[in-house]
């Protein structure tokens, strides 16, 4: 759907991606949340689902609140709270594990699946031109939340690696999360 973008939402008890953790979705233009994010803010402290793992809490929360996309069996899909570009899409099993290899049969074909989907929805939405699709495994690889794998589907487009990330590490992103998961939602396969 075209015509959502801009379209104002005030007087939101809980501000879209709320249960991800932070208090202001809107507010992604900013490099301190970054750098909260960076620095640890939010993170969950332990292994535990109950140490405040955002992708354990998301699924609890409704659609717009926890920014969740679509809703598999075993495995989910939610807009990157921290995105790299408008679209950005992780896909979590709904099981806090930390090892891709700990990932029973159904959760593999489900992550996977839902992956495909996700391509195809921002395609259908968005048009990219590529995709970055894949998972940083262990703090060390550049995993934000380890304790809890997740899949990145990251849309690109040429030239959408401009000044500003490089210099600033801020991303212009054109629409609100809200608006980008209504439309990812709207766009999604159905089976
Ligand atoms: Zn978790």
Excluded at 6 to 20: C, F
Excluded at 104 to 131: K, N, S, W
Excluded at 150 to 174: A, C, E, S, Y
């Amino acid at each position: 759907m075209s015509g959502v973008e801009n379209e104002p939402q005030g007087g939101q008890s809980n501000p879209p991606g709320a249960g991800t953790g932070t208090p202001d979705g809107w507010e992604r233009l900013w490099t301190p949340h970054r750098m909260a994010y960076i620095k640890g803010e939010g993170k969950p402290t332990g292994s535990g689902p109950e140490d405040g793992c955002p992708f354990c809490a998301a699924p609890g929360l409704d659609d717009a609140e926890g920014l969740v996309v679509a809703r598999g069996k075993t495995a989910f899909v939610v807009l990157n709270l921290y995105p790299y570009n408008s679209g950005h899409l992780l896909v979590c099993p709904y099981r806090h594990v930390s090892a891709y290899t700990a990932l029973d049969e159904d959760e593999t074909a489900e992550v996977a699946a839902l992956t495909q989907a996700g391509i195809r929805a921002l395609t259908d939405a968005y048009g990219p031109q590529g995709f970055n699709v894949g998972m940083n495994l262990g703090t060390v690889a550049g995993a934000g939340i380890a304790a809890h794998l997740h899949q990145h589907i990251v849309p690109r487009w040429g030239g959408d690696t401009n000044f500003m990330p490089v210099i600033g590490h801020t991303k212009i992103l054109p629409e609100m999360l809200e608006q980008t998961r209504r439309k990812l939602a709207e766009h999604w396969p159905v089976d």
